[in-house]
C-alpha cells in the first residue's frame, strides 16, 4: 500500500528469508530486487521471534577498502546471524590509505575509499562499547602489522578491547588483586587477501585470516569471547548454544563433535572445582576425541618455588601437607575422575609434573622428613629405569611411575606423553608444554611462535594467540599461593574442530558460553 510519496511494503519473515535464500544470502542483491533499502531488509532478516532482549550477540570482524567480501564466509555468516538472532559489525579497516583530508583530495588512491555493498550495512569506524568491561576500540594499525595489539596495553583503560585486524592475535593484560585480567584480541577479515607485492605484503597475506570474534554479552559486566576461523569455502565451526555445529553458505549442520580440547595447566591439589564441572560439561556436549592435561600437579608437598620456606612447611606440616606420596594419589584419583572410554586422556610433559625428578636429583638428605621412604624408593627405581641410548641415557617418567602405583593408566584410556616427541594432529603439535624455547631457551608463546610449526601449548598460565601458536591458561585457583603481583591469568581451554581450526574458551563463573538466551533453539 502507498500513503502519499512512500510506499508501504508488509512481508513475512519467512517471505524474506526464502528472497535472500534465493539470491544464495545477499541482503543487498534481494533488497535491490524488491527496491526497499538494504538495512531495512537486514532488519527484517534479524526479526526478533521470542527473544530475550537482556541478551545480545555480537561478530565483529575486519573489512578492508577497496576488497571484494569473502563470498563463502559472508554466506555461512548470514545463516549463523539469522539463526542466532546475532548483530554483524565490519570494522572499516583501511589499508595504503592518504595520511590526511587535503591528500585524500587529488591522491591517487582516493578511489579505493569504498567497501563493498554486502557490507555497507554493518560498517563501523568509530569506538562501540558493548558492555563495561568490553569495547570495540577503532585502532588504525595496518594490516600488515606483525604484532597488531603491540603499544596498546593501556588503551581501553580498564576493559577488555577488540581491535579488529585481519590477523588473529589475543593476550592477556596482567591486572592488581582478584580482578579478571584485560583480554586483548583481534578478529579476522571478512574481505579477501589483498596486499601489496612487498615484503610486507607477503607477511600480511600469509596471516590474513578469514574470521571473526563471537562475543556473547550476559549482562553489563560478564562476556564470553571466542574466535571463529572460515576454511576456504567460508564454511566455519562455532559452539553457540553449547553446541559444535557446522556454519556454511548452504546451511546449517548440527551435532559435530570437536577433535582435541586442550586443557588450562592443572596444578593438582590446587584444581578449581567450578571450572573443571564446567569442563566437564564441555566435554559432555563437544564429545572430544582426546584431552590434553598441562602442569597435571602443582608438586605443592615440596614445591620447589617455597621449598625453603619454613613456617610454610611447618604449617603444611601441620596439615598433613608434606606428603610427596599423598599427593601422588591424589592426582591419580583426580586423573580417573576426568578420564573416560570415550576419549584418551594425554598428560604432556610438563615443568611442574618433572619438579618430582627435580626434588629426586636436588633435595638434601636431612631435609627428606616424612618423605624418607618414598624418596628412597623413587630414586631406585630411576636408577633401574637408565637406558643407553645414542646420545646418552634416558630414564623412565616418574610422574607416570608415581602414579602407575595407584591406578593402572592404560585401563583409564591415560597416556602419558615423551618429551620432545611431536604429538601432531591435521599439523598441529600438542606435545609441548611451553616451558623450553628454540635451542633450549626459556619457552614462550613469542619464540615459539617463529618456529614454523603450529602449536598449542600451556605454562604462561596467561592465553595468548600469536601467529600459529594457541597458548591456554589454566584450571587452578588464581592466583596461586607463591605467586606476587598483578596476574594475566585466566582459566581458559582451547579447542580444535574437525577441520583443525582452533579457538580459546574462557571459564567465567563456572560458565563456558551464553546460556539460556533463548536463541537458536
Avoid at 602405583?405 to 608444554?433: C, Q, W
Wanted: proline content about 4%; some cysteine; overall charge positive.
Amino acid at each position: 500500500m502507498s500513503r502519499g510519496n512512500y510506499r508501504r511494503i508488509t512481508m513475512s519473515h519467512g517471505t524474506v528469508v526464502k528472497k535472500i535464500q534465493e539470491f544464495g544470502g545477499s541482503v543487498p542483491q534481494a533488497a535491490r530486487n524488491l527496491g526497499v533499502p538494504v538495512r531495512t531488509l537486514y532488519r527484517w532478516y534479524q526479526r526478533p521471534q521470542n527473544v530475550n532482549k537482556n541478551v545480545n550477540r555480537f561478530v565483529v570482524t575486519y573489512a578492508q577498502n577497496a576488497t571484494q567480501v569473502h563470498k563463502g564466509f559472508y554466506g555461512a555468516l548470514m545463516n549463523y546471524l539469522h539463526h542466532w538472532r546475532a548483530e554483524l559489525i565490519c570494522f572499516k579497516g583501511l589499508y595504503r590509505n592518504p595520511k590526511t583530508q587535503e591528500d585524500a583530495a587529488d591522491h591517487r588512491h582516493v578511489r579505493d575509499l569504498w567497501w563493498t555493498s554486502e557490507i555497507q550495512p554493518f560498517l563501523l569506524d568509530t569506538e562501540r562499547t558493548l558492555n563495561e568491561n568490553l569495547v570495540i576500540y577503532p585502532a588504525r594499525t595496518q594490516p600488515t602489522s606483525v604484532a597488531p595489539l603491540s603499544g596498546y596495553d593501556s588503551h581501553t583503560g580498564d576493559k577488555s578491547g577488540i581491535f579488529p585486524h585481519p590477523k588473529i592475535h589475543l593476550k592477556t593484560v596482567p591486572t592488581p588483586g582478584s580482578k579478571m585480567p584485560k583480554i586483548l584480541t583481534t578478529t579476522g577479515a571478512i574481505t579477501e587477501k589483498n596486499y601489496s607485492r612487498s615484503k610486507a605484503g607477503e607477511k600480511g597475506q600469509y596471516h590474513h585470516k578469514i574470521g571473526a570474534v563471537v562475543v556473547e554479552v550476559v549482562n553489563n559486566e560478564i562476556f564470553h569471547l571466542r574466535h571463529i576461523e572460515a576454511e576456504d569455502n567460508g564454511t566455519f565451526y562455532d559452539i553457540a548454544g553449547g553446541k559444535c555445529w557446522k556454519y556454511s553458505p548452504d546451511g546449517i549442520e548440527k551435532r559435530q563433535s570437536i577433535e582435541v580440547l586442550t586443557k588450562g595447566d592443572i596444578h593438582y591439589p590446587w584444581v578449581d572445582e567450578s571450572v573443571i564441572n564446567a569442563s566437564k560439561e564441555l566435554i559432555s556436549q563437544l564429545k572430544p576425541d582426546k584431552v590434553y592435561l598441562h602442569d597435571l600437579i602443582d608438586f605443592w608437598a615440596r614445591n620447589h618455588h617455597v621449598r625453603n620456606d619454613r613456617f610454610l612447611n611447618y604449617a603444611k606440616n601441620l596439615d598433613d601437607m608434606q606428603s610427596v606420596r599423598d599427593e601422588m594419589r591424589g592426582a591419580a584419583k583426580f586423573l580417573t575422575s576426568l578420564s573416560s572410554d570415550k576419549y584418551e586422556l594425554g598428560i604432556v610433559v610438563s615443568n611442574h609434573d618433572e619438579a618430582l625428578d627435580r626434588w629426586l636429583n636436588e633435595e638434601k638428605v636431612d631435609k627428606l622428613g616424612i618423605n624418607a621412604s618414598y624418596f628412597h624408593w623413587l630414586s631406585h627405581k630411576k636408577h633401574e629405569s637408565a637406558v643407553k641410548t645414542g646420545n646418552g641415557f634416558s630414564f623412565m617418567n616418574m610422574l607416570e611411575f608415581a602414579i602407575s602405583e595407584f591406578i593402572t593408566p592404560s585401563d583409564h584410556n591415560i597416556r602419558f606423553l615423551k618429551r620432545d616427541v611431536a604429538e601432531v594432529i591435521r599439523g598441529i603439535d600438542y606435545g609441548m608444554h611451553g616451558d623450553v624455547g628454540p635451542n633450549g631457551s626459556r619457552g614462550s608463546s613469542t619464540n615459539l611462535s617463529k618456529i614454523g610449526v603450529k602449536t598449542t601449548i600451556g605454562h604462561a598460565h596467561s592465553p595468548s594467540i600469536l601467529n600459529d601458536c594457541y597458548q591456554v591458561g589454566v584450571n587452578c585457583i588464581i592466583p596461586l599461593g607463591y605467586t606476587r603481583g598483578p596476574l594475566g591469568w585466566l582459566h581458559t581451554d582451547c579447542i580444535t574442530y574437525r577441520n583443525g581450526k582452533r579457538t580459546l574458551i574462557n571459564y567465567i563463573n563456572g560458565k563456558w558460553y551464553l546460556k539460556n538466551d533463548g536463541k537458536g533453539k
